[in-house]
């Protein structure tokens, strides 16, 4: 029989192999308890060579970096500012949608001066500033505990708010989309509320640049199979143009 430290290690080399490992396969694989594997997934991911997740871990190496609302306001602008005319085009007078928080949803809040009669609710303080220069639009807020990092509100209290409405589209910014993976965030809050938000909307829209196909946030909002629509740029692989095709969603690719 292995030892603890045999099979964690055995568990990590996996885990690099196949970039995730569940608990369930594990237990089969080295004939031990869930309750065993979930320590020896626990100790890894103290030492930063695994990342928990819920059923499983994820290789550290294949988990993004958070950056600041600052860092992101930087990174790829141009590009977020074509990928938010192009999801502007996707939203009727009159809709009513959710906008996450974040930089690229803070350009399509932008992108939104010229239509008229929408309800837009959103957990983003960034997002909700600029949609107040605007006209025709009713906004809402979800409140809760400001979370200054991303400028993003969040809490149970925020989440319970959220169930008293149903939206014609919820607009979502990413940390991470992987095949696999589905998408997913850094802050497990967060993922929280966005899961809501999709569970209340009749279409859910992502927007992210290529950046951030293959990459992964530790918390899962929902699977590729889950979204309808998704806008991106050019330097989307093929492998994922396949994959969100066998899904059903509708691609949007700007130059």
Do not use: W
């Not at 928990?52 to 990174?75: D, N, P, T």
């Amino acid at each position: 029989m292995m030892s603890t430290i045999e099979r964690q290690n055995e568990i990590f080399k996996l885990a690099r192999k196949n970039e995730k490992v569940f608990v369930c396969d594990l237990v089969n694989r080295f004939e031990v308890s869930a309750v065993t594997i979930r320590a020896d997934l626990n100790k890894l991911n103290s030492k930063g060579l695994l990342v928990r997740e819920h059923g499983g871990a994820i290789a550290s190496s294949k988990i993004v970096k958070e950056l600041s609302i600052k860092q992101k306001h930087s990174k790829n602008h141009v590009v977020k500012r074509r990928l938010a005319l192009k999801t502007s085009t996707l939203i009727n007078d009159s809709d009513s949608i959710i906008l996450d928080s974040g930089t690229t949803t803070e350009e399509i809040a932008l992108a939104l001066s010229n239509h008229n009669h929408l309800t837009v609710m959103t957990n983003g303080l960034n997002v909700a500033t600029k949609l107040s220069h605007i006209e025709n639009i009713n906004i809402m807020v979800t409140g809760g505990k400001l979370r200054q990092k991303s400028l993003s509100f969040f809490d149970g209290k925020a989440e319970k708010s959220l169930l008293n409405y149903h939206f014609d589209k919820v607009i979502l910014g990413v940390d991470g989309f992987d095949i696999r993976t589905g998408l997913s965030t850094h802050f497990s809050q967060e993922a929280s509320i966005n899961r809501i938000m999709c569970s209340i909307s009749s279409e859910i829209i992502v927007v992210t640049d290529s950046t951030k196909f293959g990459q992964r946030g530790c918390h899962i909002i929902c699977s590729i199979d889950e979204i309808t629509s998704l806008v991106t740029d050019q330097g989307i692989p093929e492998i994922y143009k396949q994959a969100l095709k066998k899904s059903g969603v509708k691609l949007y690719i700007v130059d």
